[in-house]
């Protein structure tokens, strides 16, 4: 239960972080997000679970998240019960198998211009492309969000809605804006780890009705 209560936080919240800060960089992203928000859900209430299915732009965006800033630069350490050959490459049994998540999510021999942070590159037509929908899993490994398999993280389906729901509510509760004495958001990736070198500060407006946010503090209140 403590490892999966650390997980629902480390990585949804490093992974709305840089939506947020890739997307403040970038008004037109966070335009398209906002708008289907108020689409879907509206400014009378806030986004609700039942949402989710129809946020697909929100989810797109943290796929993007999850594919070019990953929590951590290797997936768990894994070993190779019986010899096995993928792409030409010989694995003998017993061995320590790293999988690379920078490696995947920035290859570009799958992802055109990876460096660039693009959501629309999950979608086709305004739909999510995947058949799980509500999840931020990778059914192809061409990133890594949650791992696969059976040592696939058992929070999935938690960690997704926890990170939806997170950016859905920031973004439908706040316009955000570069902070007046800067040009941009710095994108710098620490020296020691994929989080942002510095804490992402924004300039951040309501744009709900007043009572909804007195509803919010009630409700973290307790």
Known sequence: MQELMLATVD????????????TINRPVLLKKATEEIDRVVGKERLVQESDIPRLNFVKACLREAFRLHPVAPFNMR???????T?????????????ISRLGLGRNPEVWENPLKFKPERHMKNNINVYH????????E???ISFSRGRRGCIGVALGSEMSIMLLARLVQGFSCNVPPNKQKIDLTESKYHLFLAEPLHAQAKPRLPADIYIYIYIYISG
């Open 132 to 139: 799980q929908v509500d999840q931020l899993t990778e059914p």
């Open 141 to 143: 490994l061409r990133f």
């Open 11 to 22: 990585n949804p919240s490093n992974a709305v972080e840089w939506a947020i800060a890739e």
């Open 78 to 84: 894994h070993v190779s019960t019986q010899e096995a």
């Open 86 to 98: 993928i792409a030409g490459y010989f694995i003998p049994k017993g061995s320590h198998v790293l």
